[in-house]
Each structure stands twice: as structure tokens, then as C-alpha cells.
């Protein structure tokens, strides 16, 4: 079974830190993703990864960055939290053949007070 | 851009019963993917069903099967003899297969909460 595995379930942070959300996988797949997922809103991609360095936006990139320095982990920084970025973070990842799947982390909640 | 709405917030159901949920997306596209997500209350995201447009047979998923109407742009989910663990937030996901989505990128319905009643 795919497992990722995302660092925190829970984590309180204040505003104006630097905010460090990890996510690692184990089945050595190429793509991860990093969305967000907000009542009535669904599930927004902020960044995705293809490639180990490699990076694009997603259709909410503004506030947040990411690195990929391996290819099972992918970090979401937030570069000076605010608390409009309190809200679930989801970590995905998957293969780039076509009916691949995603598949998913626990999810972080993050606060920021 | 690819657009998915759910216009069901909130579902329910009674156990042994049937369900619907609806869905429906716009894309130029010809050729995509789309799939339903399950998210209990766990929180991980777990995939329910999948559709490759250019077959023209509905899946299948044990209780789970999908009405899937190309020209409406239409993919709903139905979840027949429902159980209390089909409790959980739905997703409908659409990915193409072009451009960024090559790479896996799926854009993602609001959601449908859907309760089991017993």
C-alpha cells in the first residue's frame, strides 16, 4: 500500500513565523502535490512537483513556497504566516500515467493565531 | 480552465438505501479522467471510482457505480445498499490530459457531506 506521511495532524503556529509542513512517500513516485482544503471551497492546489528541484504553481501559490530536495519528500514553507492560511493542508502524491490516481496524507490543521 | 461543482453541500441517506450524488465539470478537453473521492472523518482522502472519458461504460466498484453523461458534462455517483461507513465527505475530481495536468494535477469539486442515517 502507498503510505504518505505528513509530519504534523495538528499544529499551532502565530503570526508573522516561518511555517514548515513535510510530507514524505514510500512508493517512489514521481509527482507530489500540496493542497489546501477549505469549507465550501473543496480542495485547492497551492504547488506541485514533478521532479526532484522541479516545481510549478498551482492556482494558489500566492504566500507559500516549496522545495524538493529528494523524491520521496516535499516541504510547503510558509514564508510569514497570516491567518488566512489557517486551514487543512493535504499532501498528495502519484504517477504520471494517466489513470493514476493521487493518493493522499492525513491532512495538517494548521492554526495560526 | 477545468471547473468541477458539486452543487449537493449536504446529503443523507438511510442505511440499506440508495444514493446519488451530483456532479458535474467543464473542459475543451476531449480525453481526461475523473474520479470520486471518499473523506471520512480520518481525514484520508481515499479513492472511491474512476472514469476514463472515452469509454463509454459506467464503472463499477462493487456498491459504488458512476452515471457518466459525456455531452452534459456530467459524472454523478451512486452508492447502493449504503452502510454507516459510507459516512464521509465526497469529492468529485476531474484531471485532463494536457499541459500541467499531464503530471497528475486534479481540480477538485466543493464537496458533498453525505450522512448515513440508521
Known amino acids: 500500500d502507498v503510505k504518505v506521511t505528513q509530519s504534523s495532524r495538528y499544529l499551532v503556529k502565530r503570526t508573522g513565523e516561518k511555517v514548515f509542513l513535510e510530507c514524505v512517500q514510500d512508493?517512489?513516485?514521481?509527482?507530489m502535490f500540496w493542497y489546501r482544503q477549505d469549507p465550501g471551497l473543496g480542495l485547492r492546489l497551492i504547488y506541485f512537483?514533478?521532479?526532484?528541484?522541479?516545481?510549478e504553481k498551482g492556482d494558489i501559490p500566492e504566500g507559500y513556497s516549496v522545495s524538493r530536495e529528494k523524491k520521496e519528500r516535499f516541504s510547503l514553507i510558509l514564508e510569514s504566516a497570516s491567518t488566512n492560511q489557517t486551514s487543512m493542508y493535504l499532501c498528495?502524491?502519484?504517477?504520471?500515467?494517466?489513470?493514476?490516481?493521487?493518493?493522499f496524507g492525513d491532512g495538517t490543521r494548521l492554526s495560526i493565531l | 480552465a477545468q471547473t468541477v461543482t458539486q452543487s449537493q453541500p449536504e446529503m443523507s441517506v438511510q442505511e440499506a438505501e440508495t444514493v446519488t450524488l451530483s456532479c458535474t465539470y467543464d473542459?475543451?478537453?476531449?480525453?481526461?479522467?475523473l474520479f470520486w473521492y471518499k473523506q471520512p472523518p480520518s481525514r484520508q482522502m481515499i479513492l472511491v471510482i474512476r472514469?476514463?472519458?472515452?469509454?463509454?461504460q459506467n464503472a463499477t466498484e462493487n456498491r459504488f457505480s458512476v452515471n457518466f453523461q459525456k455531452a452534459a458534462k456530467s459524472f454523478s455517483l451512486k452508492i447502493s445498499d449504503s452502510q454507516l461507513g459510507d459516512a464521509a465527505m465526497y469529492f468529485c475530481?476531474?484531471?485532463?490530459?494536457?499541459?500541467?495536468?499531464?503530471?497528475?494535477?486534479?481540480?477538485f469539486g466543493q464537496g458533498t457531506i453525505l450522512t448515513v442515517h440508521p
Open positions: 498528495a502524491s502519484g504517477l504520471s500515467a494517466r489513470n493514476q490516481p493521487q493518493h
Open positions: 512508493m517512489d513516485h514521481e509527482n
Open positions: 512537483s514533478y521532479d526532484v528541484k522541479m516545481k
Open positions: 473542459t475543451s478537453e476531449s480525453d481526461y479522467y
Open positions: 472514469q476514463e472519458a472515452y469509454k463509454q
Open positions: 475530481a476531474y484531471r485532463g490530459l494536457t499541459g500541467g495536468t499531464s503530471y497528475g494535477k486534479l481540480t
